[in-house]
């Protein structure tokens, strides 16, 4: 099961090479990660979603962040209700005749187009990840040339 982790961290060199180690070390896969400042920039703000079998992976994972120096607080939202995006910029075929089917697609969805030439268009959509697969399957009808997602970030 996946599992969605905050950490407050000091906004030092290395603490990600730290953090990234401690779950390499221990066999554990992040399957998204998303880092950027607080508002105070000497403090950094990590999401990562982890996939944890039980509760037993998931405690020594906390206990395992919650030993590092340089951590501040760990918050698990397992049991917590929380809002969760993710990004998503997406280069789709798209030529002048379909301009208007693609945004009446995009309607649908928290996306706009970002840039249009040369019979492609770059798109952006914001949502959960149910949202964002969806989003997913309807743009794949115009054909997804490239894509790129942002990890899951997420506030109680």
């Known amino acids: 099961?996946?599992?969605?982790?905050?950490?407050?961290?000091?906004?030092?060199?290395?603490?990600?090479?730290?953090?990234?180690?401690?779950?390499?070390?221990?066999?554990?896969?992040?399957?998204?990660?998303?880092?950027?400042?607080?508002?105070?920039?000497?403090?950094?703000?990590?999401?990562?979603?982890?996939?944890?079998?039980?509760?037993?992976?998931?405690?020594?994972?906390?206990k395992q962040l919650?030993?590092?120096?340089?951590?501040?607080?760990?918050?698990?939202?397992?049991?917590?209700?929380?809002?969760?995006?993710?990004?998503?910029?997406?280069?789709?075929?798209?030529p002048a005749k379909e301009k208007a089917k693609l945004e009446a697609a995009l309607n649908k969805f928290v996306a706009k187009v970002i840039q249009c030439k040369a019979e492609v268009a770059i798109v952006e959509a914001v949502g959960n990840q149910e949202q964002i697969n969806h989003f997913l399957t309807t743009m794949e009808r115009f054909g997804i040339k490239e894509l790129v997602r942002t990890g899951r970030i997420a506030i109680v």
């Not at 730290?18 to 554990?28: D, E, N, P, T």
């Not at 590092?68 to 075929?93: C, G, M, S």
């Open 66 to 94: 919650n030993k590092l120096i340089d951590v501040i607080t760990v918050t698990d939202f397992t049991k917590k209700e929380y809002i969760d995006r993710e990004l998503v910029l997406a280069k789709v075929v798209c």
């Open 1 to 62: 099961m996946k599992h969605i982790i905050s950490v407050l961290v000091e906004n030092k060199f290395g603490v990600l090479a730290r953090v990234a180690g401690l779950f390499s070390a221990r066999g554990y896969n992040i399957a998204s990660l998303a880092v950027s400042e607080t508002l105070d920039p000497t403090i950094s703000y990590m999401t990562m979603v982890v996939d944890a079998k039980d509760a037993t992976i998931l405690e020594q994972i906390k």
